[in-house]
């Protein structure tokens, strides 16, 4: 067992820095705690005490009074859980861009599980390995194109609606078989089964709002019984694409306006709604959300999303769940 599993117990006997105050030894509840204006979570499989101390060591260059709150398990992921004295921008950036083999956050409060909430994601490469309209596109001959379309507008050089057209409108003629093929492929993203079971077990709903195609959202929505989802529709004629597109089109603006219908269908608090994406695309949705976060994403959504996980993937967003639980079991 990795030695840092056994946190807090022991953190006396690993010379932190003197700075840091925790639980067990100065506060018996972290309802004592005079300060718990911000929060902070390190993120790993491995989370070593070399992690910790330079943890502490930035948040002390911030000038951040610390106390460490717990340590815990989730969906294979260790946790690290910090509360502060003050909300620092600065040190939430440096934290997503650290160079270390672990996530780190730092945000002004975690959602409330024990409460509903609801998780609204992306779908290409975020809730599965692959931008799906690309794969279909290597299928039908296209790639190159379409790869290059698909780039600018998740870096957000080109407004969605734009690229989305452009890019069906290079389906012409072609197969509607590649999505068959597609679709019995979908490469699902390691740890969309837990996060989907850790949100459930929490009675939180998920649902995605995918720039992609209802097809492939339809599929994960049967197989783990998600709550709602909504995508777009390519049109085809006797098999073969015409390069329309039926209906409207699922840009960053109805994936924010999907974020707020859910929040009021269920009747949330913002604090338990949370956005999880990778292309400029999802900012707006990210921003509206209580927690914000960019998965793997481009470095414009890292930049601006509130949280960014790098080296895990959506396991990292059932352990922030885990992490809320945590918090609000020892308010």
């Known amino acids: 067992m990795n030695e840092f599993n ?5 953190v006396r006997d690993w010379n932190l820095s003197s700075s840091l105050l925790y639980i067990e030894n100065h506060f018996e509840n972290i309802a004592e705690i005079p300060f718990r204006a911000s929060v ?19 948040a002390e260059k911030a000038n ?11 969906a294979g992921v260790t946790g690290v859980i910090f509360v502060h004295d003050h909300f ?9 861009f650290s160079d270390w083999s672990i996530d780190g956050l730092h945000v002004g409060t975690l959602p409330d599980p024990h409460t509903p909430g609801v998780i609204l994601l992306d779908m290409d490469a975020t ?13 039908a001959g296209i790639g190159e194109q379409v790869s290059a379309v698909t780039a600018q507008a998740m870096q957000g050089h080109m407004e969605f609606q734009e690229s989305f057209r452009r890019r069906i409108a290079l389906f012409s003629g072609k197969s509607e078989s590649v999505m068959d093929t597609v679709e019995k492929n979908l490469p699902v993203m390691p740890g969309f ?17 995918s720039g992609g195609f209802t097809r492939f959202v339809g599929k994960l929505k049967r197989e783990y019984e998600l709550d709602y989802v909504v995508a777009n529709d390519i049109e085809a004629v006797d098999g073969v694409f015409t390069g329309k597109v039926l209906g409207q089109i699922v840009d960053s603006r109805v994936k924010a306006e999907t974020l707020m219908m859910l929040k009021d269908r269920y009747n949330l608090p913002i604090r338990n709604t949370m956005a999880v994406g990778d292309g400029a695309n999802d900012l707006p949705m990210i921003g509206l959300a209580g927690t914000g976060v960019a998965i793997h994403a481009k470095p ?27 918090l609000a079991e020892k308010n």
């Open 6 to 10: 056994n946190l807090p117990d022991c």
């Open 127 to 139: 809730c599965v390995q692959c931008e799906c309209i690309d794969e279909m596109a290597k299928l």
């Open 64 to 74: 951040l009074k610390t106390v460490l709150v717990a340590s815990y398990q989730e």
């Open 193 to 209: 089964a837990e996060m989907v079971a850790k949100a459930k077990s929490c009675g939180w709903h998920v649902a995605i709002a």
């Open 88 to 96: 620092d921008s600065d040190f939430s950036h440096d934290l997503k």
């Open 300 to 326: 414009v959504v890292r930049d601006k999303a509130p949280v960014s996980i790098s080296r895990l993937n959506l396991h990292a967003v059932a352990a922030i769940l885990e992490a809320g639980l945590i």
């Open 40 to 58: 902070s979570v390190l993120l790993g499989t491995d989370v070593r005490k070399e992690h910790v101390s330079t943890f502490i060591e930035m």
